[in-house]
C-alpha cells in the first residue's frame, strides 16, 4: 500500500500552516483524497508531497504560484521532457534578471548609505574639532 499522508503531517514537516496547505490545494497544486464522514478528511499521496516540495522550491526560487503550477503540471504529463524543461529555463531566467537587477537597486542603495555616513562622520568629526578648540581657548 503506498504512503499517505494528513494534511497535518506535511504542514508540520514542511512547517506550514494547514490552511496554507488548503490554499495550494484551491490553486490546484494538490489534490488530495477525501475520506471520513462527508470527505472532510484530506488524505495526500505521495505525488501531493512532491508536488508540494517542489512548490516551496519555487517560491524560495521567487516563481509565483501560477508559475510554479504551470511547471508542476508539465512534468505531470509523461511526454517529451524538452518543452517542459525549456519553461524551466525560461522562467529562471526571467527571475535571475529580477534578482539581478533588484540587487544592483540595493548595492547603489548601499553606496548611497555609506556616502551619507562618510559624510556625516566627517562633519562629526569638524563639530568635535571646533568644540575642542573652544574649550583651549578658555
Given at each position: 500500500m503506498a504512503t499517505t499522508?494528513?494534511?497535518?503531517?506535511?504542514?508540520?514537516?514542511?512547517?506550514?500552516?494547514?490552511?496554507?496547505?488548503?490554499?495550494?490545494?484551491?490553486m490546484g497544486l494538490l489534490q488530495?483524497?477525501?475520506?471520513?464522514?462527508?470527505?472532510?478528511?484530506?488524505?495526500?499521496?505521495?505525488?501531493?508531497?512532491?508536488?508540494?516540495?517542489?512548490?516551496?522550491?519555487?517560491?524560495?526560487?521567487?516563481?509565483?504560484?501560477?508559475?510554479?503550477?504551470?511547471?508542476?503540471?508539465?512534468?505531470?504529463?509523461p511526454r517529451d521532457t524538452g518543452p517542459q524543461l525549456q519553461k524551466f529555463l525560461d522562467v529562471l531566467a526571467q527571475h535571475r534578471r529580477q534578482v539581478e537587477e533588484q540587487m544592483a537597486?540595493?548595492?547603489?542603495?548601499?553606496?548611497?548609505?555609506?556616502?551619507?555616513q562618510r559624510e556625516a562622520r566627517a562633519l562629526l568629526a569638524k563639530v568635535a574639532a571646533k568644540r575642542g578648540k573652544k574649550a583651549h581657548a578658555a
Open positions: 499522508y494528513s494534511i497535518s503531517d506535511l504542514a508540520r514537516e514542511f512547517d506550514l500552516t494547514t490552511r496554507a496547505m488548503r490554499f495550494y490545494e484551491d488530495p483524497e477525501r475520506s471520513g464522514p462527508g470527505g472532510r478528511n484530506r488524505v495526500y499521496s505521495g505525488r501531493d508531497r512532491t508536488r508540494l516540495k517542489l512548490t516551496l522550491r519555487a517560491k524560495r526560487l521567487g516563481l509565483s504560484l501560477t508559475e510554479a503550477k504551470e511547471i508542476i503540471d508539465m512534468y505531470d504529463s537597486d540595493l548595492q547603489a542603495n548601499l553606496d548611497e548609505v555609506k556616502a551619507h
